[in-house]
């Protein structure tokens, strides 16, 4: 069912400062980039008693990658599947994707992952760093139900659209269960990064530790980056509203956190907490 889902990453909400909203909006444009969605997907629009499902998410997180400092941010969903078909089970913290191979259990297709920026705007100890724009990664992800509805172990392997964004390859695991109204999840996550990934976001060039005395060269290697673990909770109010929380703490490890932006400006403990509602409906009675 092709969506358009939150996409958090674990992040610190230490000392939050209240910042301007960043509106993160994936236009359903995208899930056509991500190459054709299957035929018979995307036939659903035209059928009359096709569900839409629509909703958005705000929560904190931080506002780089080892940050102390929080912000605000919001997120959009859109979905869609066939009168007949259930509503499926999806982790906040997956990208946009488009099923290409298979279905049931086993999906193989493209995915788009929102990557985020940093600047001095973030935290003025950031002082002759390089500005890193936001972007996203494009790749491939699979996932599979070892246990149908109760286990799914997923992966994800994105390219920034730059050559110099790096590869960086999201593994993750989610045991679901569901009690009446209510479906609750949890599951390990785990990030790791090529060379090109890591210096992005962890180098410190020599250069910017001659202007900045908070900060010592650094030369970030590539490997694991980050171990974790997320829980989300979700509760149909109803056929057509659902309400959900979700959160994800994340540590960072290896070279990431031996960085001089971890050790003396940010933290190695990310957290990101989220909050969000759906409305489902058809666009005939």
């Avoid at 491939?140 to 590869?167: M, S, Y």
């Avoid at 990030?191 to 890591?198: E, K, L, Q, S, T």
């Avoid at 490997?223 to 960072?252: C, I």
Wanted: net charge positive; glycine share 10%.
């Amino acid at each position: 069912m092709p969506r358009l889902p939150v996409h958090g990453r674990a992040h610190s909400n230490r000392q939050f400062r209240p910042r301007a909203v960043n509106l993160r909006l994936y236009l359903v444009a995208a899930l056509a980039a991500c190459t054709p969605a299957r035929a018979d997907d995307l036939s659903v629009l035209f059928d009359r008693d096709t569900v839409f499902s629509v909703g958005g998410f705000t929560g904190v997180g931080p506002r780089f990658q080892g940050s102390r400092e929080a912000g605000l941010w919001g997120l959009p969903y859109l979905s869609f599947r066939k009168a007949d078909e259930p509503r499926d089970w999806w982790s906040p913290d997956d990208g946009l994707d488009a099923t290409l191979l298979g279905g049931g259990p086993v999906q193989v297709g493209a995915v788009l992952d929102f990557r985020e920026g940093r600047s001095r705007a973030d935290d003025h100890r950031l002082a002759g760093l390089p500005r890193v724009p936001a972007t996203v990664g494009l790749g491939l992800f699979g996932e599979v139900w070892p246990i149908p509805d109760t286990l799914r172990v997923r992966a994800e392997v994105t390219q920034g659209v730059r050559a110099h964004d790096g590869i960086v390859a999201k593994l993750g695991a989610d045991l679901v269960g569901r009690f009446g109204r209510f479906t609750l999840s949890v599951g390990p996550r785990f990030v790791v990064g090529d060379a090109a990934a890591m210096h992005l976001d962890f180098d410190v060039p020599v250069a910017a530790a001659l202007v900045n005395p908070v900060l010592a060269p650094y030369r970030a290697s590539a490997g694991p980056r980050a171990a974790g673990a997320t829980a989300t909770v979700s509760y149909d109010w109803s056929e057509a509203w659902q309400g959900l929380g979700y959160v994800r703490y994340d540590r960072l490890i290896a070279s990431a956190a031996n960085s001089p932006i971890v050790r003396r400006v940010g933290t190695a403990n990310e957290l990101t907490v989220a909050v969000g509602a759906i409305y489902s409906f058809r666009m005939t009675p």
